[in-house]
């Protein structure tokens, strides 16, 4: 009993280290022109607020959303309010929706315990993420492996799943990425239901079908595996990496400014504490680099996607500049095939378009942080 209630103690401590949203709420802002948007972005980079971007505008959609702590609650809807932008809240008490998620999450737990399964319908913590992997492996042993591609930063393995109907040789492959954004939960779930999905509909469904007879899959669930266990423990709302350096007074790079490709250029941050931190040099983040080695090492990739959360935009290159990819019309009319597939079955609606023009030259001057 003793034991218990000590267990007990110990799970009500980790719960109030966590960090709380109380009264915050999130603000949808409807910016109609250019000069509507320079005047939020006063609003959004000025540092009495601590204002988050969570969704940016885009070609196709003027509207912003925003995490408004409850302290700064009054005078950012004053200034709204005396420079005639038009919004509406969204979140009225981020806190609650956090609690509520949280008891979805332990209920699910308990389920799952119960039953043996795993839910695709609910989030996961890591340990679950990679044991459902270890299952997906086991049920479907001639096409699925685990493999380990390296560790984080605080020294948690990084885990793949190969998709493969052939052996060895080094086989033409697509990488599909999700969680380098570690609180887009969405991704992480959306990459583990994926990968059942690749197993169980292989020799039934025509199209998965023909791309394993000639290609391999990589499809890492967890790119940022610290960042993700942050969230689920201390923040929710946690996006970048772990990563301390010596000099830092700030924990974490984003993972997704670290990349070799116009590293520090324009739409990332050299402040350690900013959330588009591109970190000391490209490649510092051993979750980035594990990715890249393995990459390089493989030499024969032919495609990577990166899922991530949340907007409905299928994306291609470039993020960083507005030139056109050399291969650009081909890319659209993959991704628009892609879409229309996709609303085909779910009757979501996606916006294609290149990143750096469909969103990142939007949201730039509001220092947003979407991709
Ligand atoms: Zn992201």
């Known amino acids: 009993m003793k034991w218990i209630l000590f267990l007990g103690a110990l799970i009500g401590l980790s719960f109030c280290g966590r960090e ?25 980079n000025s ?31 004053s200034f709204l309010k005396s420079q005639g932008l038009e919004y509406s809240v969204t979140i009225g008490d981020l806190q ?28 996961h913590s890591l340990e679950a993420i990679y044991h459902e992997m270890d299952s997906i492996a086991g049920d479907f042993p001639d096409l699925a492996s685990r493999v380990k591609i390296g ?7 990084m885990y793949v799943l190969k998709f493969g109907t052939a052996e060895g040789g080094r086989r033409p ?22 990968a059942r999905k690749i197993a169980s509909d292989y020799g039934k469904d025509p199209t998965i079908t023909s791309i394993l ?3 391999d899959i990589f499809l890492l669930p967890v790119a940022n595996p610290d960042g993700y266990v942050y969230t689920q423990s201390q923040n929710r709302l946690w996006r970048k990496t772990r990563s301390i350096y010596p000099r830092s007074r700030c924990v974490g790079t984003d993972p997704n400014r670290n990349w070799n490709a116009s590293f520090a250029g324009e739409g990332a941050s050299d402040n350690p504490c900013s959330e588009i931190y591109h970190g000391p040099h490209a490649n510092s983040e051993v979750e980035v680099k594990s990715v890249v080695d393995f990459i390089q090492e493989h030499g024969n990739f032919k495609c990577f996607i990166d899922l991530h959360s949340y907007s409905q ?14 291969d650009a019309d081909e890319l659209d009319k993959v991704a628009r095939r892609a879409a229309k597939a996709l609303a085909s079955l779910s009757g979501t609606t996606y916006q294609v378009g290149p990143t750096c023009t469909t969103v990142c030259r939007a949201c730039r001057p509001l220092g947003a942080v979407l991709s």
Not at 20 to 44: A, P
Not at 47 to 74: E, G, H, I, Y
Request: charged residues 25%; hydrophobic residues 40%.
């Open 20 to 44: 709380k949203f109380f009264g915050d709420q999130v603000f949808r802002i409807n910016v109609r022109n250019g000069d509507e948007i320079s005047k939020l972005s006063q609003l959004v």
């Open 47 to 77: 540092d009495n607020f601590k204002l988050d971007v969570w969704k940016a505008p885009s070609t196709f959609s003027r509207l912003v959303d925003v995490l408004v702590p409850s302290v700064s609650l009054q005078p950012v809807k």
């Open 96 to 123: 609650a929706l956090l609690d509520h998620e949280d008891e979805e999450m332990q209920h699910n737990e308990g389920q799952e315990r119960s039953g043996n399964n795993f839910n695709y319908g609910a989030y």
């Open 151 to 157: 560790h984080s930063f605080e020294n948690r393995s």
């Open 173 to 194: 492959a697509v990488w599909l990425n999700a969680g380098i954004h570690s609180r887009e939960w969405i991704s992480v779930a959306t990459a583990i239901w994926t």
């Open 213 to 215: 007879e000639k290609m």
């Open 313 to 326: 935009l299928l994306m291609y290159p470039y993020g960083y500049t507005v030139k056109k990819a050399p």
